[in-house]
Nanobody, 129 residues
Framework: QVQLVESGGGLVQPGGSLRLSCKAS????????IGWFRQAPGQEREGVSC????????YYQDSVKGRFTISVDNADNTVYLQMDSLKPEDTGIYFC??????????????????????WGQGTQVTVSA
């Protein structure tokens, strides 16, 4: 069964850090584009960061550059999102997703969420004092 399972969300104060994990099962992350997306209440789901395993290229949304870091552990079939210097506007449900086409650039993939075939169930991140 092809599946992505996120973990690591929670409540954190502004300026704090969280590390999200996304474990893949039923397939390997090789030759995929892996993305982290978030959805705030009443907002569209948006691409936060994407990683292309084939060439290890990375995309970050401008609002998270310098604060978030995406990484992939191929041996463990897990993708991570390290989030530092968190702000209240980072609050939302965070989803990981996988796209199997090796031809997408990370910029294209992160801005075209419909290209991702497999999605996790999401994990809530709340940044509040």
């Amino acid at each position: 069964q092809v599946q992505l399972v996120e973990s690591g969300g929670g409540l954190v104060q502004p300026g704090g850090s969280l590390r999200l994990s996304c474990k893949a099962s039923g397939f390997t992350l090789n030759n995929h584009v892996i993305g982290w997306f978030r959805q705030a209440p009443g907002q569209e789901r948006e691409g936060v960061s994407c990683f292309k395993t084939r060439d290890r290229s990375i995309y970050y949304q401008d609002s998270v550059k310098g604060r978030f870091t995406i990484s992939v552990d191929n041996a463990d079939n897990t993708v991570y999102l390290q989030m530092d210097s968190l702000k209240p506007e980072d609050t939302g449900i965070y989803f990981c997703a996988a796209a199997s086409s090796p031809f997408y650039t990370v910029h294209f993939a992160c801005n075209n969420k419909q290209r991702f075939e497999t999605w996790g169930q999401g994990t809530q991140v709340t940044v509040s004092a």
